[in-house]
């Protein structure tokens, strides 16, 4: 009964902590920045470097961390002020059973290739549904603000990788080149 009423104290201390608070780091003219989707059951890794390199990965989703905050709806985004996008303003909307959505925004360096790498594995009521690892590579341009997901579509996967631009006061997502990457080993 006492680890249980444990367990429960410090989940509950999680879901009542704040969110940090908001620390906007506007993008240089060696710097761009990208935000990335992440939820239970759904893994992405950002590779900063291009190269799968184990050395210089960032989990943004798919860590048991991660995995976790999700399941207890805990999970809080993690912002350094890129204009809010129709993906941010209806987040809720990719929440599903037990998987809370959330985002993560990181500083990436401009005109060198950068991969990430996602995939989606999901066992909510005793049906499996997964998508093979998606994996794809683009070089972001200085100054600008990029936005990745994988969007789960009925029967199969979308990567998406979309520049964030300011038309006339409003936000518009431009679909970005990208090429597939060397599969990480």
Request: charged fraction near 20%; aromatic fraction near 8%; include cysteine.
């Amino acid at each position: 009964m006492f680890k249980i009423s444990c367990l429960l104290s410090v989940v509950l201390l999680i879901g009542c902590s704040s969110q940090p608070p908001r620390q906007e780091i506007m993008p240089t003219d060696e710097t761009a920045r990208i935000r990335l989707f992440g939820q239970n059951g759904i893994m992405v890794k950002l590779y900063r470097n291009g190269a799968h390199d184990k050395d210089d990965v960032e989990v943004v989703s798919g860590g048991l961390g991660s995995a976790f905050a999700s399941f207890t709806r805990t999970a809080s985004n993690q912002s350094i002020g890129m204009p809010e996008t129709p993906n941010v303003k209806n987040l809720s909307k990719r929440d599903g059973i037990l998987s809370k959505a959330y985002f993560r925004e990181y500083v990436i360096k401009a005109g060198q290739p950068v991969a990430l790498s996602m995939s989606f594995r999901s066992n909510p009521s005793g049906t499996y549904a997964y998508c093979r690892i998606i994996e794809r590579t683009f070089v972001p341009e200085a100054g600008k603000d990029y936005e990745a997901a994988l969007d789960i579509e009925p029967g199969f996967c979308v990567a998406r990788i979309n520049k964030i631009l300011i038309q006339d006061g409003s936000v518009v997502l431009q679909p970005v080149e990208y090429k597939p990457s060397e599969p990480h080993r």
